[in-house]
C-alpha cells in the first residue's frame, strides 16, 4: 500500500503523546515502514516524509521534553531571581556529554524567604518602609529616621505661632514636604 503525504503537514499542530519507554523501539521501528521510498507515490512525498517521521523519532527519544522541562527551568529561575532575588550559579558547558548543572538546584516546592536585594519584592519592601517611614514615622532598618511629615508640619506650625519671622532651618523643612507633596 502506498502513502499519500500530506499537504497540510507545516501547518498542522502537534500533540505531545506519552509512550512508555519499554514500547519506544516498538515505536519507532513501526515508523521506519514510513521512511521507505516504496511507500509513497512520489520521490517529493518520499522526501517530505522521511524527514517528518526522522525528525518524530527524534522527539520521541526525548530531545523535545527535555528541551521543554528546561525552558520551564529557565523560566523559574528568571522569576526567582528577579522576584526573590535568588542567585545561582552552574557548572558544566550545555554538551550533551557536560551538561549545565545548576546550584541550588530548583526546589519541589517553592521556599518562603525574605526579600534579597535587588529584587522586586526586597524594592517593593524597601519601598513601603520608606513610605511608612514618611508619612507614619515607623522605624525600620531602611528608613531608621522616626520623623515624618506630619511631624515636620507639626514642628513648623509650632515655630510658626511662636516667633515672628520664618528661621530659614524652618523654611528649609516646608520646602522639603511642598516637593514631597507636590
Known amino acids: 500500500m502506498k502513502y499519500t503525504f ?22 519507532a521501528g513501526a515508523l521506519k515502514h514510513f521512511e521507505e521510498r516504496r511507500s509513497w507515490h512520489s520521490d517529493e512525498e518520499y522526501e517530505r516524509a522521511y524527514n517528518a517521521f526522522a525528525e518524530l523519532q527524534a522527539c520521541m527519544t526525548a530531545l523535545c521534553i527535555r528541551e521543554l522541562i528546561e525552558s520551564n527551568n529557565r523560566l523559574y529561575r528568571l522569576f526567582d531571581v528577579t522576584m526573590n532575588g535568588a542567585i545561582y550559579s552552574y557548572t558544566g558547558d550545555g554538551t550533551a556529554l557536560n551538561p549545565y548543572v545548576f546550584n541550588p538546584p530548583i526546589p519541589v516546592v517553592p521556599y518562603r524567604v525574605g526579600p534579597l536585594e535587588p529584587s522586586v ?22 528608613a531608621p529616621d522616626d520623623r515624618n511629615f506630619r511631624q515636620q508640619l507639626a514642628d513648623i506650625l509650632l515655630a510658626l505661632g511662636s516667633e515672628d519671622s520664618l528661621d530659614p532651618e524652618i523654611l528649609a523643612k516646608l520646602g522639603e514636604i511642598l516637593l514631597a507633596l507636590a
Open 6 to 27: 500530506p499537504d497540510n503537514y507545516a501547518e498542522s499542530t502537534c500533540y505531545l503523546i506519552p509512550i512508555n519507554v519499554a514500547l519506544l523501539p516498538f515505536v
Open 121 to 142: 519584592r526586597f524594592t517593593l519592601d524597601k519601598l513601603t518602609k520608606l513610605h511608612d517611614n514618611l508619612v507614619n514615622g515607623t522605624t525600620s532598618d531602611v
